[in-house]
């Protein structure tokens, strides 16, 4: 089994964090990340640490990986990085989407949905499709996606989103249902709230979400990067290989508490 692993989602969050604990493991890193301005400059400096970490191992790319024509564009470069060899792991990690709710002053639009629920679910099924077709799955690849409590309770703001993670569950048991026989494995985890930069952007109430969640989780504080990043590195070791179609969730307990 090579020893790439492939992040969408690589520069900050929770992508970030497992790049940084997945090189620590010895895995070498390729990322894609789309950032612009003052997230640009955060995404240098994970990619710096990245870089320091694998000594050099670390590729990462600044598009839109949720194209078309970014990923047959990368294939065959992702081809190259690993000398052919299938990677690891694919994990999706991307925030890249409409947050406002259906009715009211802002109410989303069709190419709203549709943006959404490609970034943030179907591109995922098109990249494992080609990654598949170009032999870059096999034996012991896993494939992993992150979701959240938006996937069954319905949130301020979060509805399109919450469309999305839907979607990708289903496409992520669907991926383990057809590649299991080839020992590929497809989970999502479910991250418990986690005070990122996609946080922000869900609600100008963030704030009074993450005191909120203190509060309602039983083990007193919100989901870190670095949890989910562990449990993702838990989930590459040969022990993991028969979880399949599966939500593994990294929150302190926090989908299982009452809401406040
Ligand atoms: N933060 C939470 O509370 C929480 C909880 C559960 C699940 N999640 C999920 O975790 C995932 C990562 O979110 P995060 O909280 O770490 O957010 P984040 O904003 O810190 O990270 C998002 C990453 O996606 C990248 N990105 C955005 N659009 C892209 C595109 N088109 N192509 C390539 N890269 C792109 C960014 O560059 C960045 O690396 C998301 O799917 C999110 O829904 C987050």
Redesign the pocket.
């Known amino acids: 089994m090579s020893e790439w692993v492939l992040i969408?989602?690589?520069?900050?969050?929770?992508?970030?964090a497992t790049a940084k604990r997945l090189a620590q493991d010895g895995y070498g890193i390729i990322a894609?990340?789309?950032?612009r301005g003052d997230?640009k400059k955060v995404?240098l400096k994970t990619i710096a640490e990245v870089n320091e970490i694998t000594k050099g191992r670390c590729h990462y790319f600044n598009?839109?990986?949720?194209s078309e024509k970014a990923i047959d564009e990368y294939i065959p470069e992702i081809k190259k990085i690993t000398k052919e060899k299938p990677l690891k792991l694919l994990l999706?990690?991307?925030?890249?989407g409409t947050t406002t709710n259906f009715f009211g002053e802002k109410p989303v639009t069709q190419r709203q949905m549709d943006m959404t629920i490609h970034?943030?679910g179907n591109a995922l099924l098109y990249w494992t499709q080609k990654l598949h077709e170009s032999e870059l799955l096999g034996n012991g690849s896993r494939i992993l996606g992150?979701?959240?409590e938006g996937n069954y309770l319905a949130m301020e703001g979060y509805g399109p989103?919450s469309v999305a993670k839907v979607a990708m569950e289903a496409i992520i048991r669907q991926i383990g249902w057809e590649l299991g026989q080839f020992g590929i494995t497809a989970n999502a985890v479910q991250?418990?709230?986690?005070p990122?930069?996609?946080?922000t952007k869900i609600t100008d109430n963030w704030e009074l979400w993450v005191e909120n969640t203190k509060k309602r989780n039983p083990m007193r504080r919100t989901t870190t990067?670095e949890d989910i990043a562990g449990t993702i590195s838990m989930l590459l070791k040969p022990d993991a290989d028969f979880i399949n179609c599966s939500i593994i969730y990294c929150d302190g307990g926090e989908s299982r508490s009452g809401i406040l």
């Open positions: 969408l989602g690589g520069s900050t969050g929770h992508g970030a894609f990340h789309f950032d997230a995404a598009t839109n990986a949720a999706h990690s991307i925030a890249f970034v943030m992150l979701t959240s989103v991250a418990g709230v986690t990122t930069r996609a946080l990067p």
